[in-house]
């Protein structure tokens, strides 16, 4: 609940429409939502989103800069293609951040964040065993950001989410082979063993539960997933 005034009034959310856009497009791609090759359109984002055109364009040009959407002809923009060397330079980076996120967060972790991180835990596995890639990939986010955001480190923080745009429409692969049994994919998703390790303060183990589940996951995609030959 939002902090009252002496008057008993609520105080105005003041988050500029043009960021609250960008930080949905943001979390879309970061969770899997969007497709590698999947065309946007400024028009069709804002009618979904109740917006203008305007506050969607800027969310466009933003992520551009950012390597997250690359732009076409017709002024539409496109979630990349990448290509496997890419993925796999990026998933280096995953186990570097996000290690190093892991296990510095689990330093500070107190009680009410572990029992946020156990919940998104055991989501993350309801959602595998119900069987639907998308709640898994965005149960998958929720898990692994409410304990990256717990590190200490803003810097740290933006450059995973940099590295997430990038690479989180890629990750709808982890579907691939999976397809009549997704509860399957627990076979390589180490989050268990990861609220295990910070509930036990160690963060050694913590981090290297989640490089395993990194690059298990990656190991899966390069195995299942068509990459292209040229594109990046």
């Known amino acids: 609940m939002a902090d009252r005034t ?3 009034l609520t105080a105005v959310d003041t988050v500029p429409l043009h960021e609250k856009v960008y930080l949905e497009l943001v979390r879309a791609l970061m969770s899997g939502q969007f ?64 290690g190093s996120a892991t296990e510095l967060a689990t330093k500070l972790i107190n009680g009410n964040n572990l029992r946020t991180i156990r919940r998104h835990g055991t989501e993350l596995t309801q959602a595998a ?33 940099t590295v997430w745009m990038q690479v989180g429409p890629f990750l709808r692969n982890l579907a691939m082979g999976f397809e009549d049994d997704l509860a399957s994919i627990l076979d390589i998703d180490y989050h268990e063993e ?24 990656a190991t899966h995609i390069l195995q299942q997933a068509r990459f292209p030959e040229t594109r990046t």
């Open 194 to 217: 990861a609220v295990a390790a910070i509930e036990a303060q160690d963060g050694e183990r913590a981090r290297a539960a989640i490089v395993r589940d990194i690059d298990e996951g």
């Open 6 to 8: 002496q008057y008993g």
């Open 35 to 98: 497709v590698p090759g999947q065309k946007l359109t400024s028009r069709k984002l804002a009618k979904e989103l109740g917006t203008s055109d305007m506050p969607v364009r800027s969310a466009f040009m933003r992520l551009q800069a950012l390597r997250a959407l690359s732009p076409m002809p017709n002024g539409s923009v496109e979630v990349p293609v990448i290509s496997a060397e890419r993925f796999s330079q990026l998933t280096a980076v995953r186990t570097i951040l996000e």
């Open 129 to 161: 065993r119900k069987g639907d890639i998308g709640d898994y990939l965005r149960k998958n986010y929720d898990f692994k950001f409410s304990i990256y955001r717990h590190c200490g480190n803003e810097q740290m923080i933006f450059l995973i989410e």
